[in-house]
């Protein structure tokens, strides 16, 4: 099998070429590790090798629904036992689990052949993939702009060909940013579908989710089935699907109604792409035969947006005395890390615990526009995806924070109370880019974006989809569905595109 042969197929594919031994896997891990080769530095988007183990693992008999298909982990919350799990941070470096996560066995006990680790932004923070700990990760459709965050090292790896398939983790739209980013399917599942286990009971709070990055549906559909199910010990255990998923997902969608919004619930600008984005798909679905028609919950966006803050201002200084704990310095921690840190610091338990109470509110609010409509439809993203350095902080503003950080006068001005607009400033400019994504988190329902739109310069700007608690299953078969009408797995990265040439030209020199 060649490059262009393999650029083909999806995972489900692959493993059934495997099993019936059309190819080794072997072959397709020398395939996978030449690609990473001949793009690492264009697009950095795998950090860490674990080649030693994946040959390894090949010289034993594996089995399992996707058996020698080679694949990337995360660098966050998937920890692969011997090997340390970074977080995108220095202070995290000595951080070695002693056991693999659960997702991560049940990857490997479904025969996936893991050979590295992809980059994410510092403790998954962004919604850009830039830690000062492994470098920024590019664009394959653009090497000039983010592959968003945070899973963005997983995105570019899948859309430069690297592999048909990457794992990642969502906590407020890591999977559904970078999918949206660069022309890839995302499903987040519901909180408690798929075990944080064993390190962790819930991350942040419960809001984060595991999941994958893929070109098919399928292919998301397959790896939901091995990894959902709780393991023991897990907070707690939501109802099993009626099936498998890879079967449900084949079943028509039935006749769907879908309220659809494309204006930032936190009152920022929308580009007009992402709006043309929307009404292009609710076109699509109303030629399905759906019912859509504008509606939004009834959910304040701006305190959902400060709640979601506090997700950082509880977690942020945890991790980084975790870090400490593990010898790390204080300049081993990011900027942005050790203002959050020290603003998080401040915030009082009674505050914390006010602001998780609401996303009971929030729940709430979801589900009465569920009780009336099986899906909302919202843009994943405010604006194609960002060039490099587009949205941070100026550099005299960051070197001002630094000070007051160092000083300790940060710390103390939020002590006071004195920062409560400057906070709503950050929850405001943080989530500019990606105002949708979070609802679901917060809520825990399942989201996916689905890329059914380019933009005028060929750039992908996925739209996303969140439904009612539990349904992944009705999320997968209307992907199905769309997927049917209006294909993406053909529609290739120029970095692929030239890979695909390369290799053309490649078998022309050989058979002459």
């Given at each position: ?250 079943r028509d969608p039935g006749k769907l109604r879908i309220g659809f919004s494309t204006a930032s619930p936190i009152g920022t600008e929308v580009h007009p792409e992402a709006v043309a984005a929307v009404h ?233």
């Amino acid at each position: 099998m060649d490059f262009a042969e393999y650029l083909q197929h999806d995972a489900t594919a692959l493993a059934r070429r495997v099993a019936r031994g059309d190819v080794a896997a072997s072959e397709l891990l020398a395939l996978a590790l030449e690609r990473n080769a001949a793009v690492h530095g264009r697009i950095n988007a795998v950090c860490l090798l674990l080649e030693s183990q994946a040959r390894a693992r090949l010289d034993r008999a594996i089995g399992g629904a996707l058996a020698g298909v080679p694949f990337l982990i995360k660098d966050g919350v998937q920890d692969y036992a011997g090997v340390p799990t970074s977080f995108g941070s220095r202070a995290m470096l000595g951080y070695v689990p002693a056991e693999h996560a659960a997702v991560v066995r049940r990857y490997l006990d479904a025969g996936l052949v893991v050979f590295g680790k992809t980059n994410l932004p510092e403790f998954a923070l962004k919604a850009v993939t830039d830690p000062r700990l492994y470098g920024r990760s590019s664009n394959p459709w653009d090497l000039g702009r983010t592959p968003g965050g945070s899973s963005g090292g997983a995105a570019a790896a899948v859309a430069a060909g690297i592999v048909p398939m990457a794992a990642g983790n969502d906590g407020g739209g890591s999977l559904r940013i970078p999918a949206a980013c660069c022309g890839l399917f995302a499903l987040r599942p519901s909180r408690g579908r798929v075990s944080s286990g064993p390190a962790i009971g819930e991350v942040w709070f419960g809001a984060s989710s595991e999941g994958v990055l893929s070109r098919s549906v399928r292919d998301s559909a397959l790896a939901l089935d091995i990894l959902q199910g709780a393991e023991p010990g897990d907070p707690f255990d939501i109802a099993p699907p009626p099936g498998s998923y890879a079967d449900l997902m084949r079943r028509d969608p039935g006749k769907l109604r879908i309220g659809f919004s494309t204006a930032s619930p936190i009152g920022t600008e929308v580009h007009p792409e992402a709006v043309a984005a929307v009404h292009r798909t609710a076109r699509l679905l109303r030629g399905l035969g759906h019912e859509v028609e504008e509606a939004a919950p009834q959910v304040d966006g701006m305190a959902l947006a400060e709640s979601f803050l506090h997700i950082y201002f509880g977690q942020v200084p945890a991790m980084v005395a975790r870090g400490r704990a593990l010898g790390a310095r204080t300049g081993d921690v990011e900027l942005m890390s050790r203002l959050l840190a020290t603003l998080g610091g401040a915030v009082s338990g009674a505050r914390l615990t006010a602001q998780l109470a609401k996303w009971n509110e929030f729940g709430r609010g979801l589900a009465r526009f569920h009780a009336r409509y099986d899906m909302l439809l919202t843009p994943t993203l405010a604006a194609p995806p960002l060039r490099h350095g587009e949205g941070d902080p100026p550099a005299a503003e960051q070197f001002v924070l630094d000070l007051l950080q160092r000083s300790g006068l940060l710390g103390l001005l939020a002590r006071l109370g004195l920062l409560e607009g400057t906070v709503n400033r950050i929850a405001r400019d943080s989530l500019r880019f990606v105002p949708f994504t979070q609802l679901a988190n917060l809520t825990g329902t399942p989201a996916m974006s689905v890329p059914l739109h380019w933009t005028a310069d060929g750039l992908p700007l996925g739209v996303q989809f969140v439904g009612r608690f539990g349904a992944e299953d009705r999320l997968l078969q209307l992907a199905h569905q769309l997927e049917q009408a209006a294909p993406w797995f053909d529609k290739l990265s120029p970095l692929a595109r030239e890979g695909l040439e390369q290799a053309g030209k490649a078998l022309a020199t050989t058979d002459v």
